[in-house]
């Protein structure tokens, strides 16, 4: 079992930014990548980041690039998405995710899924 839990969401005006963590235990050695996605209000789930345990090589989807940055702390089993220049549309609950398959932007790569932290962005 792997559990994973997001913090650090809340309401910021656009501009402004957040960062969001996500602390993974138990059987966190299963997996070996981790991910970000985001689902706004009757929109489906979308792919916002990933990263992977050894070597912290990332993707990003392109709606996000050079604003967010994710990053990793193998040590606390910990990853974070620094969220910069935020936009009313980046306005979204958003999940972490594990799983094992690199790089992937597919939401059904990842076996492993956090209950969501809110990230309200006003104008």
């Known amino acids: 079992q792997v559990q994973l839990v997001e913090s650090g969401g809340g309401l910021v005006q656009a501009g402004g930014s957040l960062r969001l963590s996500c602390a993974a235990s138990?059987?966190?050695?299963?997996?070996?990548?981790m991910g970000w996605f985001r689902q706004g209000a009757g929109k489906e789930r979308e792919f916002v980041a990933t990263?992977?345990?050894?070597?912290?090589?990332?993707r990003y989807a392109d709606s996000v690039k050079g604003r967010f940055t994710i990053s990793r702390d193998n040590a606390k089993n910990t990853v974070y998405l620094q969220m910069n220049s935020l936009k009313p549309e980046d306005t979204a609950v958003y999940y972490c995710?594990?799983?094992?398959?690199?790089?992937?932007?597919?939401?059904?790569?990842?076996?492993?899924w956090g209950q969501g932290t809110q990230v309200t962005v006003s104008s």
């Open positions: 990263i992977t345990w050894s070597g912290g090589a990332t």
């Open positions: 138990g059987r966190t050695f299963s997996t070996s990548v």
């Open positions: 995710a594990a799983g094992n398959i690199y790089y992937s932007s597919n939401s059904r790569s990842y076996d492993h």
